[in-house]
């Protein structure tokens, strides 16, 4: 039920579909030694007269592979008919997301001029059909990692359309423009069926925008760049697992800064940790009071309590960049990293990247600042054992990239922590200036 079938053929003008019955000359084919391509002929007849000469041809190294027909009309009538090309799939449901999994887009796809890239989910193709002239344009059947596509012949309109059967099956297909075929006369149709991974480079080479089928999301400017930084170090090194350690390690120097400004909020906040707790003895649960308490505190020793969480909120947009870069590379399926990690595109076998994962958390969270809400405080407690049964499922290379980000902002945030509390930081010149005006004014 997990594949698919590509379909070729001709439509009546009445819309059925002729029946061939396909034979061959051989029994076998392969390439020859110095052979540039392998042409794959079939033959068949139709009950109204037609001819018809069914040709693939397969190149070396490609996924790309020509299809063509030769209809000649044997029959004393003129025939009316169109050539259509269609892909069918029993849909099961794989695309949808489920608790503890994570699934990439599984649908249709249709580009024409004016639209390059529109996504039709399978399982909400019934609901949504496709029914569009297009001219110069491709459908696309986007699947995890594969993608099988028809790309119709250029400058002339095309009719793409849809359709699912209540039990499941969905067609998706191209019609040409009806043709008249006179008695005796003959003539061509052409199309080109790509079937092979969702590689950017080799597929915006078969048609434009096909590249497109590589989904990374709304954040795609961002993951085309980190992809280009994953295969330029994967070029040296020749391990998708330590090129994944060596981009995360780059992105964790590149926002160093940022994270620096957040690990010395909460350095602060945690030494006002001992002040709160008094505050908390004295108050009670006199939310109100408290929370005036706390912040007439932050204002007195010049903390912001939001600092640590702007330079984190920058960051987001690159850590999810960089998540779908990992769940959509083709270039991770079945791709080793080091012993029992055989393939970064499943999940460890084991679980003990997931296990060291949720260590990691459990030691960022000790060396975070406690919420101030007790109800709160309880609920990050469960977050790492929450975040290690959701990362269970996930693709080994995933969990490597939060393992080791977690680990290395373990080891900044310890470094700048200790630095902060030594008073390695000096004050800045707007700070020194507030300093000595509060000082002054006591003294007088």
């Not at 396909?22 to 029994?27: A, F, G, P, R, W």
Request: aromatic letters at 12%; a positive charge.
């Amino acid at each position: 039920q997990l594949f698919y079938i590509a379909q070729s053929g001709l439509l009546s003008h009445t819309g059925s579909a002729e029946t061939l019955q396909y034979t061959s000359s051989k029994e076998t084919y392969a390439l020859a030694e110095g052979q540039d391509q392998l042409d794959v002929v079939l033959q068949a007849k139709t009950k109204s007269g037609l001819i018809v000469e069914k040709h693939y041809v397969f190149k070396p190294n490609q996924y790309a592979i020509d299809v063509s027909m030769n209809v000649k009309n044997a029959s004393g009538q003129p025939w009316m008919g169109s050539f259509f090309t269609q892909f069918l799939r029993k849909d099961t449901g794989t695309g949808q997301a489920k608790m503890f999994r994570v699934n990439s887009f599984l649908g249709a796809a249709v580009s024409s001029e004016e639209n390059p890239y529109q996504k039709f989910p399978l399982n909400k193709i019934g609901e949504n059909p496709i029914s569009q002239d297009i001219q110069n344009g491709w459908l696309a059947l986007v699947q995890h990692y594969f993608v099988g596509v028809w790309i119709p012949v250029r400058d002339v309109m095309q009719h793409y359309y849809s359709a699912a059967t209540p039990d499941g099956v969905v067609t998706m297909g191209i019609a040409s423009p009806m043709t008249a075929i006179a008695p005796n006369q003959s003539t061509q149709f052409h199309s080109t069926l790509y079937v092979g991974p969702k590689i950017a480079t080799l597929l915006a080479q078969v048609a434009p925008h096909l590249e497109l089928t590589v989904d990374y999301g709304h954040l795609w400017v961002i993951a085309i760049v980190i992809f280009k930084m994953l295969s330029f170090i994967h070029r040296f090194v020749g391990n998708w697992g330590w090129s994944i350690i060596l981009v995360t390690i780059l992105i964790r120097l590149v926002f160093y800064k940022l994270a620096e400004t957040s690990y010395r909020s909460m350095a602060a906040m945690r030494k006002l940790q001992p002040k709160i707790a008094q505050l908390k003895e004295q108050l009670g649960n006199d939310k109100q009071a408290m929370s005036k308490a706390m912040m007439e505190l932050y204002k007195r020793e010049k903390v912001n309590p939001l600092g640590g969480c702007l330079p984190i909120l920058v960051q987001i947009p690159v850590f999810i960049a960089l998540y779908w870069v990992l769940l959509e590379s083709v270039e991770l399926r079945q791709a080793p990293f080091i012993l029992w990690i055989q393939d970064l595109s499943a999940k460890d076998p084991y679980y003990v990247l997931p296990i060291l994962m949720g260590i990691s958390m459990y030691v960022q969270q000790k060396l975070s600042p406690a919420p101030p809400d007790p109800t709160q405080a309880k609920m990050m407690m469960f977050l790492p054992i929450m975040f290690t049964a959701l990362f269970m499922n996930f693709p080994a290379g995933l969990v490597l990239y939060w393992l080791v980000n977690n680990v290395l902002s373990i080891a900044q945030q310890v470094y700048i922590t200790r630095k902060f509390e030594r008073g390695g930081y000096r004050q800045s010149t707007k700070a020194k200036k507030a300093e000595w005006m509060v000082n002054a004014n006591r003294k007088r």
